[in-house]
Each structure stands twice: as structure tokens, then as C-alpha cells.
């Protein structure tokens, strides 16, 4: 049996085990920085996934995408990419908690809270929808870089209202 499963076969204490995972992902470390993979390698990675995803292969998409999400959970082309790939197969709990890490990158982005709403409607959670849409105003605030967004938004909670 092989010792690559176990991380111990790599460290020859147990502090320096508990040292790595403790220091790992400070100072923006992502896996990738373990790989010999390329910032050029991602984006061939990358085009593929969005291939996929373009040709309506959304299950292989999401495979794609879920590894350079793994291999770099900075990136949010490779979450929205995850999250979009989830949606369109249906998946929508499992799209939301891609879009929720969205969030998490950047809490000025009025976008996941859209997507969310969507994948709520999508799921039949009416209540859940109407609250991802007015986070999704309430964090586009007036900024006009926001007012796409923001209308789609009043627009969706106006026709919930309706219903």
C-alpha cells in the first residue's frame, strides 16, 4: 500500500503536519501553489471548462470547474462558472453554495445575491428568493456600475409580488 493517501508520509513530526494545514492559506495560498501548474495552465483549464459549459456539457462543466475552484478558491470566473454549471443541471442547493462563496471574494458584488435568487425561484423557496433579491438591492446601493443588476433584482421581486 502506498503512503501518498497519508499526508503524515510527508512530514517527519506530527507539528510539522499540524504547522502546514495551520499556516496553509495564510498570505493567499491556494493549492495551486502545490502543483506545478501555471497561471497559463489554469487559463487552458479554464477554456476548456468554459467550452464545455458553451456547448451545453454542463455535467463535465461543473467537474472542471469544481477542480480549479479546489486548485485556486480566489478565482470567481472558476466559482461562477461552478455555480452556472450547478444551475443549469438543476442543481440549485448546490449552486447557491457556489454563489454564496462568491459572496465571501468580494461583499460589494451584488451578483451572487442575483444568482442566488435565481436558483431559489429555481428550487421553489419563493421566501428564500425574495431575500437574495433584496440583499442584492440593498447591496447595489446606488452605484450606477450596479444598475443593471439592481433593476433585474426589482424587476424579479415585483413579479414574486404579483404572485
Given amino acids: 500500500m502506498s503512503n501518498t493517501a497519508n499526508p503524515k508520509a510527508y512530514f517527519e513530526t506530527d507539528e510539522e503536519l499540524r504547522d502546514f494545514y495551520e499556516k496553509f492559506g495564510q498570505n493567499g495560498r491556494t493549492f495551486q501553489d502545490f502543483t506545478n501548474l501555471t497561471p497559463q495552465s489554469m487559463e487552458v483549464i479554464y477554456m476548456v471548462a468554459f467550452n464545455q459549459f458553451n456547448a451545453g456539457k454542463y455535467d463535465e462543466a461543473e467537474k472542471i470547474f469544481q477542480l480549479l475552484s479546489v486548485l485556486n478558491h480566489f478565482d470567481a470566473r472558476f466559482w461562477t462558472g461552478l455555480g452556472a454549471s450547478r444551475e443549469m443541471q438543476k442543481k440549485y442547493d448546490d449552486a447557491i453554495k457556489a454563489y454564496t462563496y462568491l459572496t465571501v471574494l468580494d461583499l460589494e458584488n451584488p451578483t451572487p445575491a442575483l444568482l442566488m435568487g435565481k436558483c431559489y425561484l429555481g428550487a421553489g423557496r419563493k421566501e ?32 414574486l409580488g404579483k404572485n
Fill in 128 to 159: 428564500d428568493a425574495e431575500s437574495a433579491f433584496h440583499a442584492c438591492i440593498f447591496i447595489c446601493k446606488d452605484k450606477p456600475a450596479n444598475a443593471e443588476v439592481k433593476a433585474q433584482a426589482q424587476s424579479l421581486l415585483e413579479i
